[in-house]
């Protein structure tokens, strides 16, 4: 502790480290707090859950990320609450004092009141959940093996995605991919091709982001690798034997969970005014109402009049913006404009040789795109060896139809 202000950002993911950078040349002491000691690319979460990409491949410890910023120290900790009056941020790990406070919390999965469903429908957010489906996915193929019972034997080689956005569809298209390519020839008993997958939107269509025309692409694509795709279709039950929707049952092995996300509790440790997503309501500065020492940015705020979609882009810029903002209330500076949100574009694979991709009015799809997308997500990997091992990765297992992390870790004794 010095006599420079203290500045607490909760959060390790694309927004929080994008403050801490803006802070590098910053006359500030910044404490970064994070439940896990690593940052993960989210992006690609859906390759570690479908066997193509290792853990290791797409997460990073935040020390060493943060390595050689001096003025940057990490603890490991969970908050559980905020007494802004004090400016003391209360946590697993006891009270920190702050001057200025960045909530970047992220959101989880919203199961839209159904909370009991998420033992049997995992989703997407953590590298736990990425190990916990890959585990679900191949324990299926082998409990599978082992059956007699045609009924039962369906069921374990039936595969549900609930959502329709960007990670429903790639993680859709990559266990369609595991299914008919990877495990194909791994079995004697069994015929991997066989599995049902099946993908449910409770919308008109996939990827509501994109126009039209490539939402049906994108559907043409998937039905092609044997996807069933229901869409207008709403999930009503989900248990441990597979789901009820409203054109009636599915029995599945395995269920996955990307219908939707809530943001973490922070509107309550504040008392802020929030949106139905639990995403506080924030000043065109991106300080929440009221407490102008504390900012919240990515999936923990939203913004009236602007759409800002929960990406890791919208996250980074957010995260530059108040870090610049908060490095010139330091000098004694004016503050920058309000915040304005630049959206990027849009990408989403659908295989290992076909994505869509549209930034404003250029737009790719199929192979071109497939190879956008891959060099687009490689650059934005943190650190020269994981981009090497990412992209060594992807060569091999686009030559070989292989994938190297087919690992079940902790599977049950009885499989």
Known sequence: MTDRPQVVIVGAGFGGLEVVKALRKAPVDILVLD??????????????????????????????????????????????????????LRTSTGDVRYDTLVLATGATHSYFGHEDWAQFAPGLKQIEDATRIRRSVLIAFER??????????????????????????????AVAEVARQTLAMDFR???????RIVLIEAGP????????????????????????VKL???????????VDTQGGRIDAGTIVWAAGVVASPAAQWLGADHDRAGRIKVNDDLTVPGHP????IGDTATLSGQ??????????????????????????????????????????TIGRRSAVVRLGRFELRGFLGWLFWSVVHIYF????????????????DYLTFQRGARLITNAPRDL
Not at 149 to 171: K, S
Not at 232 to 242: E, F, I, N, Y
Not at 334 to 348: E, N, T, V
């Open 35 to 88: 439940r896990q000691n690593h940052h993960c690319f989210q992006p690609l979460l859906y390759q570690v859950a479908t066997a193509a990409l290792s853990p290791a491949d797409i997460a990073w410890p935040i020390r060493h990320i943060l390595r050689g910023q001096t003025n940057a120290t990490v603890l490991m900790s969970e908050v559980r609450g905020i007494d802004a009056e004090k400016k003391i």
């Open 144 to 173: 599978a093996e082992l059956q007699h019972n045609p009924t039962d034997l369906e069921r374990l080689l039936t595969f549900i995605i609930v959502g329709g956005g960007a990670t429903g569809v790639e993680m859709a298209g």
């Open 189 to 195: 008993r069994i015929d991997p091709r066989s599995a």
């Open 205 to 228: 269509r996939l990827l509501p982001a994109f126009p039209q025309d490539m939402s049906d692409y994108v559907r043409r694509s998937l039905e092609r690798m044997g996807v069933e």
């Open 232 to 242: 207008s279709t709403m999930v009503t039950k989900c248990d441990a034997q597979g």
């Open 293 to 296: 020492d504390v900012f919240a």
């Open 307 to 348: 759409q800002v979609p929960g990406i890791a882009p919208a996250a980074k810029q957010m995260g530059r913006y108040v870090g610049r903002l908060i490095a010139a209330r330091i000098a004694g500076q004016s503050a920058p404009k309000p915040f304005r949100y630049h959206h990027l574009g849009d990408l989403a």
């Open 381 to 396: 990997l943190i650190g020269l060896r994981n981009r090497f091992l990412v992209a060594f990765t992807w060569l091999w």
